[in-house]
């Protein structure tokens, strides 16, 4: 997943304008002419992701500053690695750093967990997914980190794709009514059933991508033998690291994480400043 870099610098700066507010109190307390070198650590083994908003955030507060990568986006750190260099004004270092690591540690933590889950399924057909279950304000960061961590993503919002759940068939009468009602749509389309009966039922209908919500192993064994090939099956609801090969091994060809994107557990990142010569 690409993502412009207007994108990532307006949410550097909403993220610093809400951190500095009228001035960074503390940081004045150094030269203004200051320069100083830096070096960030990671504490524990990560993929490393969000490197762009972490110089984003340096760079909008001084834009010659100096930062050099010593691993690259998506690499898998170990604990106490230097990951990077940074040389450039000591008040804006300072100012940045609280910022540059939040960004730091929760995309890395999002890639993270998607590493563990996409290495736990190697060698099946399925792959991870993303949900809208994200941080607000961070989801088109977060679903790139997604796919840094080797999973991939569903649709951004409610705009760029049509999921039909379990409320939508009830306020349009039925699973036939709710898929007849996207006859035109020029968005994928995917519906939720929640027992096998209901997935007879969208397959009738035509339904091409069906979720199959909180199915376990034994159904969703059925629900692929029912299925032979006509739809995309997508796995969702209480999966974890410790079931989700049994899963991927039924034969689904998704399966959908929610706590990919919420339930975030951030990554150690530490920055040190050099010591300034007495």
């Known amino acids: 997943m690409l993502i412009s870099d207007d994108i990532i610098q307006q949410q550097a700066a909403a993220a610093l304008a809400e951190d500095i507010k009228t001035g960074d109190l503390t940081a004045a307390l150094i030269p203004a002419e200051q320069i100083s070198e830096a070096h960030v650590i990671s504490r524990e083994s990560a993929v490393l992701c969000g490197t762009a908003w972490f110089e984003a955030c340096f760079r909008q507060l001084d834009a010659g500053v100096k930062i050099t990568w010593l691993v690259a986006e998506g690499a898998t750190l170990t604990p106490n ?4 260099s940074i040389h450039g004004n000591a008040r804006a270092m300072l100012t940045a750093e609280r910022t540059g690591l ?13 590493r563990q889950y996409a290495d736990a399924i190697a060698g ?7 949900t809208r279950k994200t941080l607000p304000g961070l989801r088109l960061a977060q679903k790139y980190a997604v796919t ?6 569903q649709r951004l919002g409610l705009y760029d794709g049509i999921l039909i759940k379990e409320n939508h068939i009830a306020a349009a009468g039925g699973i036939a009514q709710a898929l007849a009602a996207t006859s035109t749509a020029k ?8 027992s096998l009966n209901e997935l007879k039922t969208a397959l009738a209908a035509g339904a091409k991508c069906i979720l199959l ?4 192993v034994d159904a969703l064994q059925q629900a692929v033998a029912l299925n032979q090939g006509r739809a995309e ?3 969702s609801g209480g999966i974890t690291l410790a079931n989700i090969r049994q899963i991927a091994k039924t034969g689904v060809d998704r399966i959908s994480v929610g706590s990919l994107t919420k339930d975030v557990k951030a990554v150690d990142f530490s920055m040190r400043f050099n010591r300034q010569p007495a």
């Not at 968005?187 to 059933?193: F, K, L, S």
Request: charged content about 15%; some cysteine.
């Open 102 to 114: 939040n960004f730091l540690q929760t995309l890395s933590a999002t890639a993270t967990l998607t």
């Open 81 to 84: 690695q230097s990951i990077c």
């Open 233 to 235: 099956l997508e796995a």
């Open 213 to 216: 919500d909180n199915f376990d």
């Open 124 to 130: 099946t057909k399925a792959v991870v997914m993303d």
């Open 187 to 194: 968005v994928p389309v995917q519906i939720e059933v929640e």
């Open 148 to 153: 840094v961590g080797g999973g991939a993503n």
